[in-house]
């Protein structure tokens, strides 16, 4: 059965450093892994997805997430945090046993991003 | 507009009314879903449509009801709900319903059952 651990349920960094959130994964299959954000008060907005092919995955607003197959993980990434990038974050992988786009999301990692 | 709304963004009902939410998609997807996100707890899938074909219930009490009339819209009845259903409901829609397909949500709607 797929499903998705963020070990963090809070991770906090000063602004202009380096941030990672954490991400790890079970599937049956091929992996096909997602990070989401959630601002207050919105839906979630997708930030990048691995489907296949190269293991570092570029997003939207600078992120980007390195797939690691042996360590089954997908950690979320940006090289110099900004305070507007506090929000909820959400790992997801997709999967089911018919082959179908369910998602099945971690329970979030909220990134607090300190002046 | 563009993208997923959703619409009401906040309702609050007793456990004896009837409601819908509503959900309209304006990316030309065939795929609609619709989530739960209860506090401290990893969203959950309810349903999935698929060119209007209701594809995946995933154990939905039936005091929730989904219709999908075409591939853009996409309601939630309720009726005599609980107040553990208190919760932000999601809507969301993909191109596809395969896997690999990222899916856009819209804001949701964020029901307290009195």
């Known amino acids: 059965a797929q499903s998705v651990a963020q070990p963090e349920d809070q991770v906090n960094v000063a602004e202009g450093n380096p941030l990672t959130v954490k991400c790890t994964y079970s599937?049956?299959?091929?992996?096909?892994l997602f990070w989401y954000v959630q601002y207050p008060n919105r839906g979630l907005q997708f930030l990048l997805k691995?489907?296949?092919?190269?293991?570092l995955v570029k997003g939207s607003y600078g992120f980007e997430a390195e797939f690691n197959k042996s360590q089954t993980s997908f950690h979320l990434k940006k090289p110099s945090a900004l305070v507007s990038d506090s929000a909820l974050y959400f790992c997801?992988?997709?999967?089911?046993?018919?082959?179908?786009?369910?998602?099945?999301f971690g329970t979030g990692t909220r990134l607090t991003v300190i002046p | 507009e563009t993208g997923v709304t959703q619409t009401p963004r906040h309702l609050v009902m007793g456990m004896t009314n009837k409601k819908s939410l509503k959900c309209e998609q304006h990316?030309?997807?065939?795929?609609m879903y619709w989530y739960k996100q209860s506090a401290k707890k990893p969203l959950e899938l309810m349903f999935v449509?698929?060119?209007?074909?209701?594809?995946e219930n995933n154990s939905v009490p039936s005091r929730f009801s989904p219709e999908c009339p075409n591939s853009s819209h996409l309601f939630l009845h309720l009726h005599t709900l609980q107040p553990e259903d208190s919760a932000l409901y999601l809507c969301?829609?993909?191109?596809?319903?395969?896997?690999?397909?990222?899916?856009?949500f819209g804001p949701g709607t964020r029901l307290t059952v009195t």
């Open positions: 969301a829609s993909s191109q596809d319903q395969r896997e690999g397909y990222e899916q856009y």
């Open positions: 599937v049956s299959g091929n992996p096909y």
């Open positions: 691995y489907i296949t092919g190269d293991n």
């Open positions: 997801a992988v997709s999967g089911s046993q018919t082959g179908a786009n369910n998602l099945f």
């Open positions: 990316l030309g997807h065939n795929a």
């Open positions: 449509y698929n060119f209007k074909e209701q594809t």
